[in-house]
Nanobody, 126 residues
């Protein structure tokens, strides 16, 4: 399957912005939906946002709707998460995820994703 690598995490004050990026690599092109999940200490990994392979369809968790924007560039093999108006409760490790090849539709289910990055830490101070 594909390999994923996140970047862009860091420390930001409440109300600030960060942009996360996910680089996709592999020995062959992969057509699949992708998404972002996050996990805070002691908590389960939870859905944040997802995007179809075409980039036309997106989905967001209610907690981030209106503040986060997911996008992808299939030419550059990258996916991004623009995070605005950050809150302390957004603090978590953020993971890039990809569905198996050929599954193009958005889903919020963690178990529907086959490939995961190592995570990038986002810390929002109050």
């Amino acid at each position: 399957q594909v390999q994923l690598a996140e970047s862009g995490g860091g420390l930001v004050q409440a109300g600030g912005s960060l942009r996360l990026s996910c680089a996709v690599s592999g020995r062959r092109l992969s057509r699949c939906a992708m998404g972002w999940f996050r996990q805070a200490p002691g908590k389960e990994r939870e859905f944040v946002a997802a995007i179809s392979w075409s980039g036309i369809t997106t989905s967001y968790a209610d907690s981030v709707k209106g503040r986060f924007t997911i996008s992808r560039d299939n030419v550059k093999n990258t996916m991004s998460l623009q995070m605005d108006s950050l809150k302390p409760e957004d603090t978590a490790a953020y993971f890039c995820a990809a569905r198996p090849e050929g599954l193009l539709q958005v889903t919020t289910a963690r178990t529907a994703y086959a490939s995961w990055g190592q995570g990038t830490q986002v810390t929002v101070s109050s």
